[in-house]
């Protein structure tokens, strides 16, 4: 999909880097059987790598389009139905799962978007000709190639869209310095953490889903220091690779 080959292998490289730490992540979940929520929280980074990652070098077909639309719609709803829970219950936690609910809209609407913005072929082709090979002109079987512009609503919003992504990459490397001298005041802010478990204003509860929220980080780094530093410090890296893939995707790089 990516035109351009330096660039391509840039973002290669990065969707594999944050891949592979989602994969140490997610694998360390299910090997310490924490909750079926954290799990999936996990594996939702772990997919949205590797599909990024796969869209650097494929143009989906149509099926393979609405396969993740709809897999990417269904997380970002359960990240901000956490958000949203957490906010209720009073967790201080719902930045993050917010953060994660705009990550996995992104991807649903670079999926959604490709066929507006991208330039895609549209091939008459006369007599004997072959669709796809616009290059040869000349000949009663020769193919002609045009390409549909791209909607400029479309472009318009693909363009908020990294304004919003790059101020969620501010808002991630700003929670990674922080979080290295602050211990793990965020850890309640890890979408799939369970809540609390007793009233909203019980010191006790809130005690209780404090202490399972570390237990919960510190089950999943075993295979280093895969801690809220390393964890926000991914998401940012992520959130600046989709913000250069949209951009890709206007430019026509």
Do not use: K, N
Request: glycine fraction near 14%; include cysteine.
């Amino acid at each position: 999909m990516i035109s351009s080959l330096p660039l391509a292998l840039g973002l290669t490289a990065l969707f594999a880097v944050t891949g592979g730490y989602a994969l140490l992540r997610w694998s360390s979940a299910v090997a310490a059987a924490l909750s079926p929520g954290r799990r999936l929280a996990e594996l939702a980074h772990l997919l949205m790598s590797a599909a990024m990652l796969v869209m650097t070098w494929i143009w989906y077909g149509s099926a393979g389009l609405w396969v993740q639309i709809v897999l990417f719609g269904g997380f970002a709803v359960w990240f901000a139905a956490d958000a949203v829970r957490r906010h209720h219950r009073r967790v201080h936690g719902c930045a993050g799962g917010s953060a994660h609910a705009l990550m996995a809209a992104a991807m649903v609407w670079m999926l959604a978007a490709m066929p507006l913005i991208m330039a895609a072929p549209v091939t008459a082709s006369g007599g004997g000709g072959h669709e796809g090979h616009g290059g040869h002109s000349g000949g009663a079987g020769a193919a002609s190639t045009a390409h549909a512009g791209p909607a400029g609503w479309a472009v318009t919003v693909t363009v908020l869209l990294c304004v919003v992504l790059l101020v969620t990459a501010g808002f991630w490397a700003a929670r990674a310095l922080a979080s290295g001298t602050r211990g793990h005041e965020f850890d309640e802010d890890v979408p799939g953490v369970p809540l609390r478990g007793r009233g909203d204003d019980d010191p006790t509860g809130a005690a209780a889903a404090a202490t399972t929220a570390v237990a919960e980080r510190a089950a999943v780094g075993p295979v280093g220091r895969l801690g809220a530093r390393t964890d926000a410090g991914c998401h940012a890296l992520m959130s600046i690779g989709m913000v250069v893939m949209l951009a890709a995707m206007v430019a026509g790089w």
